[in-house]
């Protein structure tokens, strides 16, 4: 029987089916940060039990740590509780030997960007970790969901996952983007079209042209936001370009080892006639630079349109919330922050393409601050190699140290009450970047490009 990739990754991991209905999943590979772990290693000291096998689990600081100031390693943490986070999982790390890639180490950072960066994520694999934007690994032909912290305490001891199968999604993206339209204005364009619960039930499987042509990088930012469209989970066919990217990684297999997996990676992919329960197709070429208006990832609009007339009393509580009237258009918008980072635009490729507009100029003296935040200490290493970080300085840029920095606003980078900010992180909810600050999700060209004029344009007409 034809199966669609999401089956096959759940056949190949499946332990058994329970009477109620749930599935419990083998879990290849758990990733472990400082604020969903805590209570999950109380647990299991509480209940006398260890993990079932630790190397399986990977672990790395991101959400609470201070993104300056990190040569002073722990001591640069001023807020208590974010520093009591940070060595909590120290402790548990060395007492029940999890490998951790710590605050001092070099290859910390964003948990979703070290996993595939290190090779630590590998096609095939089922993937949890207490976040719910691991769906971001899915792009590697992988099974990726966030999980809830009595589900990590779960996993930690048993290796497996409670879990109810999903329906599967087709979202095919044929046609190729305009210049000046990344894979952040396509997820966020898909989010537009179906709404925040139009995948709610379902896995997505993308597919089509315009992600075919896309590198690993850019499939990350397309699957990392498939939570933001309702669904458990994102992925991506298994391919060349997967193959290339995975090679020669740190945790990669290697000599017959590789070849072995690699045969067996070959079929990670839907067969021909596999029946999707939902298929949303979207043409990229009619695709514009996405901006949020809203305090929903689904409150979207194309850079050339106006924000629209409420139809419902949500949209309403967000025009007021963000400051905004129907008919503005996004130029219209003073900017006060940029924020160029998060698990959906902080990899090397997204640094690139910001910098190749920022290069040569400054950043508009209306804006409070612009800061730059790279996924990794590898990403920012390899970008200070490539003179980014100088392209930015230059410009009137803050260049970070790794971390989530103001995506969630658990750590010092936040928003002043009332701040609009261009930010190419997944979320726009209230609050969430800072008390009453004001988020537009944006790609990191659109972030880049409103950073040298202090408001919103349509970055077509740079790069184009």
């Known amino acids: ?79 208590e509780v974010s520093r009591l986070q940070v060595t909590t999982l120290d402790d548990n790390c060395k007492e029940f030997g999890i490998e951790q890639f710590d605050i001092t180490d070099q290859r910390q950072g964003i948990v979703h960007v070290v996993g595939p960066e290190q090779g630590i994520t590998l096609p095939g694999m089922t993937i949890v970790c207490g976040d719910s934007h691991t769906s971001t690994h899915g792009a590697l032909g992988a099974l990726a969901m966030g999980i809830g912290t009595s589900e990590v305490e779960h996993v930690l001891a048993t290796q497996c996952l409670v879990a109810i199968k999903q329906k599967n999604m087709k ?45 690993i990088e850019e499939r990350m930012t397309v699957c990392n936001m498939a939570i933001e469209a309702g669904a458990r989970a994102g992925m991506v066919a298994f391919d060349d370009v997967t193959l290339n990217y995975v090679k020669g990684k740190p945790y990669s297999p290697s000599g017959t080892d590789w070849d072995k997996a690699v045969s067996q990676w070959k079929d990670l992919r839907s067969d021909e006639s596999a029946h999707f329960d939902k298929v949303i197709e979207i043409d990229a070429s009619e695709l514009k630079p996405q901006i949020s208006w809203g305090t929903s990832p689904e409150m979207v609009i194309d850079i050339d349109s106006t924000i629209p007339e409420p139809k419902s009393s949500s949209e309403s509580r967000a ?146």
């Not at 000291?45 to 190397?55: E, N």
């Not at 040569?360 to 590898?378: C, E, F, M, T, Y």
């Not at 103001?406 to 009450?417: R, S």
Request: with cysteine; aromatic share 6%.
């Open 171 to 215: 979202v095919e993206i044929n046609g190729l983007p305009d210049k000046g339209v990344y894979a952040k204005d396509l997820t966020l364009g898909v989010i537009a079209k179906i709404g925040t619960a139009g995948a709610t039930g379902f896995a997505i499987e993308y597919s089509g042209e315009a992600i075919k042509s896309m590198s």
């Open 319 to 464: 025009l007021d919330y963000m400051g905004l009237k129907t008919g503005m258009r996004p130029q219209d918008i003073k900017l006060d922050q940029i924020f160029i980072g998060s698990c959906t635009n902080s990899r090397l490729e997204d640094l690139r393409v910001a910098a190749e507009i920022i290069k040569g100029n400054k950043i508009s003296k209306d804006l409070k601050r612009a800061i730059v935040v790279p996924g990794s200490g590898l990403v920012s290493k390899a970008a200070v190699k490539e003179g980014l970080d100088k392209i930015f300085i230059e410009a009137g840029f803050e260049w970070r140290a790794p971390g989530c920095s103001m995506c969630l606003g658990m750590n010092p980078d936040q928003l002043d009450e009332g701040d609009h900010c261009a930010s190419t992180s997944n979320r726009n909810f209230e609050g969430r970047q800072g008390y009453k600050g004001r988020t537009h999700l944006v790609s990191p060209a659109t972030a880049a490009a409103a950073a040298l004029e202090g408001h919103f344009v349509d970055v077509r007409e740079i790069v184009g």
């Open 1 to 79: 029987m034809p199966r669609t990739l999401y089956d096959k990754l759940w056949d190949l991991h499946e332990v058994i089916q329970r009477e109620d209905g749930t599935y419990l999943l083998y879990i290849d590979r758990h990733l472990v940060h400082e604020v969903t772990s805590p209570q999950a290693f109380e647990g299991l000291r509480l209940s006398g039990r260890t993990t079932w096998r630790a190397s399986s689990n990977k672990a790395t600081p991101d959400h609470n740590i201070p993104t300056t100031d990190r040569e002073l390693g722990i001591d640069g943490i001023t807020d």
